[in-house]
Nanobody, 127 residues
Framework: QVQLEESGGGSVQAGGSLRLSCAAS????????MGWFRQAPGKEREGIAI?????????YYADSVKGRFAISRDNAGNSLYLEMKDLEPEDTAMYYC???????????????????WGQGTQVTVSS
């Protein structure tokens, strides 16, 4: 079992910044892929930032956040972060931290490939 807990959400004005954190505990071995997903009302959950296993260095960003968001993890691999800047009203959503396996040597951005989820933290960006 893996437990994930997000923190750091809130309300900001457009152009502002937020930093999300995710604390991971439990048997994280084998869940090498970690990522941030978001879901806005009436929309599907989307993978916005994925980080590959420790030592790999690869990351993935959705086009909608590329250049504005940055994902990172601590050396122990027990904490995941998402630095968000230049926030836009379109970034308003519930943000989720997730952990999952690699498929074909790749960390996917499809939420169906992730089997552990946090409870989510709300991010609201006003114009």
């Amino acid at each position: 079992q893996v437990q994930l807990e997000e923190s750091g959400g809130g309300s900001v004005q457009a152009g502002g910044s937020l930093r999300l954190s995710c604390a991971a505990s439990g048997d994280t071995y084998g869940r090498a892929c970690m990522g941030w997903f978001r879901q806005a009302p009436g929309k599907e959950r989307e993978g916005i930032a994925i980080i590959f296993p420790r030592g790999d260095g690869r990351t993935y960003y959705a086009d909608s956040v590329k250049g504005r968001f940055a994902i990172s993890r601590d050396n122990a691999g027990n904490s995941l972060y998402l630095e968000m800047k230049d926030l836009e009203p379109e970034d308003t959503a519930m943000y989720y931290c997730s952990a999952g396996r690699m498929f074909g040597g790749i960390c996917r951005n499809n939420p169906t490939k992730y089997d552990y989820w946090g409870q989510g933290t709300q991010v609201t960006v006003s114009s």
